[in-house]
């Protein structure tokens, strides 16, 4: 696939080998060991994914994201060697695409770089404009407005509004969100599918305490209403 990564990763080791197996996958990776030269990096170049660690020094992986996010939507796959719910939450919620624990394999890290990847290309039959309510979405030009205000959505916001734009009034379990927006049937955690919810409705809903568009169907999933 060809993409320009860049792979902020303090560990020397998993750096240069992973950079390997990128590489050898068809991928243009700048790696770098610091969260700080991370940023610099980022700010000087064109990057179509970003690989990051949580455990940095200097700058940690978690305000690294946060910064990226303040202005760019370029996906993010955070790596952690930590997998308690708090982190991996955390994480998801300052805007990362994914996450992957270590110790990976890297089949697994580039299957979740392929779909990540995937996710943020818009095919000509994808190409309508959708309303809902007072969300309008233009899947083209990978935009969405609310009240004519345009939504600072990430890639993986913007595919799961346009998945559940598509179907109004349609439950969709975690699973099948997981599938249709991630791709993942057997890698995906359904803690990405809520966070991602929780940030929709922070930034579609007039009181995301009380939705009105994506409600929650109890021990079901989630639904898009009819406006």
Known sequence: MDANVLFVEDDRSIREVT???????????TACGDGREGLDIF?????DLVLLDVMLPGVDGLEVCREIRRRHRTPIIMLTARTDTVDVVVGLELGADDYVAKPFQPPELLA?????????????????????????????????????CELSLTATEFRL??????RPGQVFTREMLLELVWG???LGDSR?????????RAKIEEDPADPVLITTVRGVGYRLERP
Do not use: P
Request: with cysteine; glycine share 8%.
């Open 161 to 166: 509004l346009c998945a559940l734009a598509h």
């Open 112 to 148: 979740r770089m392929r779909a990540v990847l995937r996710r943020g290309q818009v095919t000509a039959a994808e190409s309508d404009v959708v309303r809902v309510g007072e969300v309008e979405i233009d899947e083209a030009a990978f935009r969405a407005t609310r009240n004519g």
């Open 19 to 29: 950079t390997l197996a990128l590489e050898q996958a068809g991928f243009r990776v």
């Open 192 to 200: 990405l599918v809520n966070v991602a919810i929780q940030r929709l």
């Open 43 to 47: 700010a000087r170049g064109q990057f």
């Open 184 to 186: 993942y049937e057997y």
